[in-house]
């Protein structure tokens, strides 16, 4: 990736807290104008790294640039280009909307009346025109996002850091949220974001970082990263259990990897080739007169992608 391309760039980034290393020797590149998805499980550093790009926290070590300025040396500037939705809201709920926005706007020294016309822009950007003079106590989980979200954007920043934005929010929340992302990336800001929910990385991340004891173990876009934990799979449901071992012994994707789950009639494989092996594996219980109650090709999950990452080792460890 050029520089130019680049919105964020961290290299050898390290952290402890006395003896516990939160970031051990990070390295991560995020393209401009793009949505770049952090996973990892709790205590992985992904909170630390949000703390460090935001300029809340100090690193050990590393060299990081944020919108094109060191991150250590020149602070300042890059407080001025970025903005941070943290995993709660920043709001007060004796305030009406418009009050929350101009108010945030004043704490950035916009002025009153540049403020009023930012917030009036952001209300009318984000769906809230309506509710705006109502006050935030009012407000459903999905509205309060929103606007939380609307007031990290007073300053038009460069680069925002999205902590677990949907954190506690119902489906209907969690998509209007979705929506507002893919509307500030498509307006070319540059968005960071640390979720503990794979669909969401999978619905908005162009690409995706997986964070395990404080370093980048794999990065790629989620189907590369799909791909990468096996690719393709087939599903062949039997209508009858006891044909399972007579199933397996006769299709063509007989190898590693190939799991059979006896309580649910189901025998799972990876195959290269997906419709070659959905017409042979088809034709073959044909053959054999095995009755299939569903046969599916299917990617694996996110779910499983961070499983495998992330899961196995701590499983051989813990053994």
């Given at each position: ?82 903005g941070l939705l ?130 980048v173990i794999a ?32 299709l063509p994707f ?66």
């Amino acid at each position: 990736m050029a520089v130019a391309d680049t919105a964020i760039t961290v290299e050898g980034a390290h952290k402890k807290y006395g003896d516990k290393k939160a970031l051990d020797g990070l390295d991560l590149l995020v393209g401009r104008g793009t949505v770049h998805g952090v996973l990892g499980p709790n205590g992985a550093g992904k909170t630390t790294l949000v703390r460090i790009l935001s300029t809340l926290l100090r690193p050990d070590a590393g060299r990081i640039e944020v919108a094109g300025h060191d991150l250590v040396t020149r602070p300042q500037e890059v407080r001025f280009r970025i903005g941070l939705l943290g995993q709660h809201a920043a709001l007060d709920e004796e305030l009406s909307g418009v009050q929350n926005l101009e108010m945030f706007g004043r704490l950035y020294h916009l002025g009153a009346r540049h403020a009023r016309v930012r917030a009036g822009e952001l209300l009318d950007r984000f769906g809230l025109e309506d509710t705006g003079r109502k006050p935030v106590r009012a407000y459903s989980g999905g509205m309060r996002r929103r606007l939380d979200l609307a007031a990290s954007l007073i300053t038009e920043p460069e680069v925002l850091f999205l902590d677990e934005p949907t954190t506690g929010l119902d489906p209907r929340g969690r998509a209007e949220v979705w929506a507002a992302v893919r509307s500030l990336v498509g307006g070319g800001t540059t968005v960071l974001l640390t979720t503990q929910y794979l669909e969401e990385a999978d619905q908005l991340a162009d690409r995706i970082s997986v964070v395990d004891r404080g370093r980048v173990i794999a990065d790629g876009t989620a189907d590369e990263l799909k791909a990468a934990t096996g690719g393709d799979r087939i599903d062949v449901v039997l209508r009858d259990a006891g044909q399972l071992g007579a199933a397996v012994a006769l299709l063509p994707f007989v190898g590693p990897g190939v799991t059979v789950d006896a309580d649910r009639r189901l025998l799972s494989a990876p195959v290269a080739d997906r419709m070659t092996a959905l017409s042979g594996v088809v034709r073959a219980l044909e053959e054999a007169g095995i009755e299939a109650e569903d046969v599916a090709l299917r990617r694996p999950t996110l779910d499983e992608v961070f499983l495998h990452l992330t899961g196995d080792q701590r499983v051989k460890e813990a053994a």
